[in-house]
């Protein structure tokens, strides 16, 4: 048995990255001085008397989100520009400067008890780039003061699930020079909010590479320590304002994980990825675009890839200038959140049962894909790297998707798997595909039948499964 590849098989995620890639879909809120200014990037010199919504609305946001099913929500509490959507100590440039409830605003509490009170979690963004900050450039001075905003979101917000670090950096050779103290800035994280994932430039979740919606055929969580280089993950980020960056989709390996990639590759570490995009051009919001927003057939099939393809999904709502998320995008989220519910309707597997090639235990038998427990699991035997699985629906039954689930709490470790079924005596093609990790959604024709096949054709040591769901959309 390869050394390297039952290495691999043992890279484990942390409780935090567990309980985060459970949540699937979550939104980005992009607001700031932008919003009234119509840019994407501020210059940092705005005057914040430009930020005055006067129809804002956090908990519109909030049901927004969930309508499509979103379970958490990050909000951009510091652009690139510096304006800062709650009352910071440190700096006058934020909301207490501007007419938005005569300076008596925080958007920031706004949307943390909006989603609290709507149930769905709360996350940070915080640019690290910084254009206003006077002290930006002089490394440790802009680090004291970047530390203390952190502190203050931290401490004063409630729990937070993410703190998402933007990799973005425009200013050219003429431009301050900033050394991040990314340790320290990942020590207090830790310390204030340990159940927070540290996103992008962060050790906790992988930037997927693109703002496209591009999503890989075989997205490893599994991947080379270095893929954790800030410094690299910097220069593949956004350089400059031209609105070219978003539309771009091959800004990394499309194999980031494969046996070819890892035998060489050294440490390895569980870094799974999030596949980010905006629900138009922008990622603020610009009137001319109220009729480009994606179509729901782009969404759905960025929906399916990303989650379904052992990601999660970051989806960017930008709010207007009356502080609300426009009608046009507010009803495709409806539809969205509509047309997933109608592509899951009913799991067909609840009484079904299934033999397997091999079980290592009677804890760990077939019976477990169908017990709706995240826990339990099958497995077969040590080094049995491929395995075959017969589910018996009991009856005939029509369906048009499956959704294969590892148990990734004991790594990610299938390579390629094949889906048949039985037609008379023959088995025919249902669908193939290579690895499943956290969550594969596998969608094909219309087929009836009483019996599956699942060939698992490579896995890493021996592989394992925590789920085995069936349905027919509607
Ligand atoms: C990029 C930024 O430059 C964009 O403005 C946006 O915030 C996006 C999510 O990340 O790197």
Known sequence: MDQTIQAAALVTPSERQLVWQEMEFYGFIHYTVNTFTNLEWGHGSEDPAVFNPAELDASQWVEVCKSAGMKGLILTCKHHDGFCLWPSRYTDHSVKSSPWKAGKGDLVREVADACRAGGIRFGIYLSPWDLHEPTYGDSEAYNAYFLNQLRELLTEYGDIFCVWFDGACGEGPNGKRQVYDWDRYYRLIRELQPNAV???????????????GHTRTAEWSVVPASMRDNEKIQENSQQADDGEFAKRIHSQDDDLGSRDVIRDAGELVWYPAEVNTSIRPGWFYHAE????????DELLNVYVRSVGGN??????LPPDRRGLIHENDAKRMGELGQAIRNMFPVDLCAKATA???S????????DKLFDGNSDTFWRPLEGMEQAELIIDLQEKQSFDAIILMEQIRLGQRIESFVLTWKDGEEWKAL???????YKRICRFGKVSARYIKLTITASRWFPTLRSFQAYLSH
């Open 198 to 212: 540290i996103s992008v430039c962060g050790p906790d979740v992988r930037w997927c590479g693109n703002e496209a």
């Open 289 to 296: 675009e109220d009729d480009r927003v994606k179509t729901l």
């Open 311 to 316: 990601a999660a999904f970051l989806l960017n």
């Open 355 to 357: 033999a397997a090639s």
């Open 359 to 366: 079980e290592l235990d009677d804890r760990h038998g077939a």
């Open 431 to 437: 669908d193939q595909g290579t690895v499943v990790g």
